[in-house]
């Protein structure tokens, strides 16, 4: 029994959630494991209304850019409530924005008023204020901390709208009329991979789009565990969809998550890559520690169930289909997996009942699906969530389509890609240095199927433009389609799989062009490497710089105490060196120039905000110039080496 | 029909006794004693189960033998396998029929318990017509002695079987991890030495298959199948819920199949042994093909039901046992919002 709200903009879904969904919990928030504090989507409404009113009060005009700063929390979503109620739009970043950021934003996208969200960020951003000559309002979230001179608190703006709305003040009602589906709900800056900030217009429409068109059958019994950043646009769509179905968000973070998952018993939940490598690499861990007898068990339930799905993804048509199945080879596999299916079937329906349940009871056992967002998900993860019966649903998507592209749905669930386009959705594959088109293209065999090349789409979620940069928008956005820089191929059953950045490319001096996101993820498979990234831009080799990890060599008695320490002990060289040998071999399919000739240990791990972004990928030019003095030691070698 | 052979050699029984013994174990193994306790907090659940496993079970079992014109030895097993109190297994089916687990356990429980009064009195009183045809037949082949239904038998066969039981339960108490592996395995081991003893079966009386009349192989499928229907309309008419309904159609239907064993193995003995111990087998094999169908079905059924009983579980989890949960108008079907476990219930025991 699925029910969508439709409505043409935020502060309508908003309003027409609390009328259709009343009194159910839209937000639980997280006071001790076993304790939550729902707020309903009337009251959220209510407050918002009043919130709006305060802000509106406070000289926020229509189509106003507010800053909201900090993270997932209550007032957070209070906040935007807000802020699309009094149609305005809000300007969102997390806890972790640099000054320099903060400066850029408030300046770049003329914010009078801002919400910060802890004591420390109302300080920073005061002592910044003499720079800020624009900022005229500050407001903070947290209720338990104390304002200074010149902040408000959110609490007392909502109370002086509160007031006012009981006097019979209406000026939001007509705020909420005056929402046009091309005004911006939100101007989020991504630092991304490279350059300077980049302040992303997205519209109601744009948003509004992703509600109607993505995938999944949910009702208001579902409850949807957050984790991600809000101020992200994945994880703000996945909230806006919830409300759409009358679902409760349930505010959790990393560090709860496994507990959070028990009590919760998620239905649905948004993530990124990291999340599963984390859960998968606790799986395993699990089962390891686990009884003997418990081991084989898992072992073999996981193998039938192998069986099983490969059987049954056949005899479908969903797997990772680059190239078309000659018939010839169809007549004779069909037999051969209907017999397997069947044969495996009762072996499977008794390990399945009898042991990965447990396994899936241990993430809440009532996943229905999950959406994995945000970067490239691992194969072998993917495999291992579907072949234990936890659907991962691969998305792909970026800020500046509000962000989906595609994603995989139950039905079409295809691993190893991002599945179909959603609806409306039109993907070309064009050649990056020509733009010709790749696909669709009637004159190349298949219409151009599993050619790689640039993706570019066009549709209802592609955004406005990046605010005040004509010239870069122009560049993004040709003839309504957008350049998304990403390789991909559509494989013959119509999904999309992406192959990596087209900038990440390495061009080595040789000419030979090298995807590095492949190997550096074949590279993380080892349990010794944490992270890494491949270098060699113009040189004439490839090689790696490597965070080792401390925990396993820890394990295999190598005396170090820092991951510093690692990069001065010789044997650790020669585990990794064996390792990458291992993986990266000709025999295991890479090509010759993708050999790894050399590598460095770095003195330090990789961190969310300076070398990772908040989903995870490697800030590819701030590591390079950080550890610049590395990759130039790296390549002295290169005129001395022969190989 | 004649059975001149024996159907079990010794070591079969050797191996069916330590089937017996290891899923008597398991059993024990997933019981506490806090589930003998929640009998008593689930009084109507649990009474519309009884009524439903010891009222409707033997007297379906009863008439399908009647109807079928049952041999008289299967329709004793017949009607032993009705008399039967439920299987664990019909915990493991409820689970994934999305029915009330707790509600399954209790009842697998307090009829485990209540076995020993009722299997005895319940057989003798159905068996009756058919003790008489056998006593006739073996007089006709020159014995001198009636067949009786070995009641005292019975009764100790019980009592030895729930030895292991107590072991199991011991288990639970001194080692929690050990006791999942028991529990595990003991699904395991069914399943393999059933389909074992098919194997040997085939292999040693191929022609058995053929010599056993059609009607025993209806009556073995059937009076699981009329198990579940009955119990699922049974308890649906005295105004039970689905997620309770569900778990009363399944423990319904679902007999203690190695209870049927012990008891043929160590109170009965040939001419009518081996034919008992054919239907046994046979009804234990049909019960893990129908329940799995039967339990896709509901599983498919009771969703709707369920995630709402899930969701209002977890507001008064975390949202504090006072919370109410209030839909929107329309959302529930009728016959939902009269049930008091879309309420305000108890959290529902998982595993």
Known sequence: MEYRINAENLALLYRDASERFDALPAFAIRKSPLDWKPVSYQELYQQGLDLATGLIELGVRARDHIGLFGDNRFEWILSDYGVQLCGAADVPRGRDVTDEELLYIIDHANIQVAFVETPALQDRILRLRDQLPGLREIILLDPDALPRKGVKKLQDVLHHGARLRVEGDRRVEERIAGVRPDDLFTLIYTSGTTGKPKGVMLTHANMISQIKNIPGIHNCNDRVLSVLPIWHIFERVIEMYTVSFGGCTYYSSIQTLGEDMQNVEPTFMASAPRLWEKLHEKILRQVKASHPVRQVLFHIAYFLSRQYRDSEYFLTGKFLKLRPVPLWKRIVLTPFHVARWLIVLPWYGFFNAAVLERLRIGVGGSLKATISGGGALPIHIDRFFNYVGIPVLEGYGMTETSPVISVRSMDNLVVGTVGPPIPETEIRIADPETSEILYPNDKLPDQGRAVRGEVWLRGPQVMKGYYRDAELTGKTIRDGWLRTGDLGVMTHNDCLKILGRCKATIVLSSGENIEPEPIEMRLQQSRFIDHCMLVGQDRKFLGALIIPSLAEFRNEGIDAESVEDLTRISEAHRIVRSEIHRMISVSNGFKRYEQIRDFRLLPDTFQVGRELTNLYKIKRHEVESKFNHVIGDLFSSEKSRKF | ?351
């Open chain 2, 1 to 351: 029909m004649e059975f001149d052979t024996q159907l079990l050699y010794a070591h079969d029984q050797i191996l069916l006794a330590l089937m017996i013994f290891v899923i008597m174990l398991g059993m024990g193994a997933s019981l506490t004693t806090d589930d003998f306790k929640a009998v008593g907090r689930r009084p109507r659940g649990v009474l519309i189960g009884f009524l439903s496993q010891f009222g409707l079970m033997p007297f379906i079992a009863f008439s399908l033998a009647t109807l079928l014109g049952f041999p008289p030895a299967f329709a004793i097993a017949l009607i032993l396998i009705g008399c039967l109190p439920g299987g664990t297994t019909s915990n493991m089916f409820t689970y994934f029929s999305r029915g009330s687990v707790a509600l399954s356990i209790s009842m697998t429980t307090a009829s485990t318990l209540l076995a020993l009064l009722m299997m005895p009195v319940l057989l003798k009183l159905y068996a009756a017509g058919f003790t008489g045809q056998i006593s006739a037949e073996m007089r006709a082949a020159g014995a001198e002695t009636d067949f009786v239904i070995p009641t005292g038998n019975i009764i100790n066969s019980l009592i030895l079987v729930l030895v292991p039981v107590a072991m199991g339960m011991i288990l639970r108490k001194k080692s929690p991890g050990w006791a999942k592996t028991a529990e595990d395995t003991a699904g395991f081991v069914a399943i393999i030495v059933i389909l074992y003893l098919l194997l040997t079966a085939f292999i040693r009386h191929g022609d058995l298959f053929l010599r056993t009349p059609g009607v025993v192989y209806i009556g073995a499928l059937g009076i699981g199948l009329t198990g579940f229907l009955f119990g699922y309309w049974f308890s649906r008419l005295l105004g039970v819920f689905p997620l309770f309904q569900r778990a009363i159609s399944l423990e319904t239907g679902i007999q203690n199949g190695p209870l049927a064993f012990a008891v043929i193995l160590l109170s009965f003995q040939e001419p009518v042994q081996s034919q008992m111990l054919w239907l046994a087998i046979l009804y234990s094999t049909f019960i893990v093909l129908t329940s799995s169908v039967v339990t896709l079905y509901y599983r498919k059924k009771g969703k709707f039901d369920w995630d709402v009983y899930r969701n209002t579980v977890i507001h008064n989890r975390l949202f504090g046992p006072e919370y109410v949960t209030h839909y929107p108008d329309g959302f529930l079907p009728p016959r939902l919002v009269k049930d008091p476990s879309q309420g305000n219930s108890p959290s529902q025991k998982r595993n």
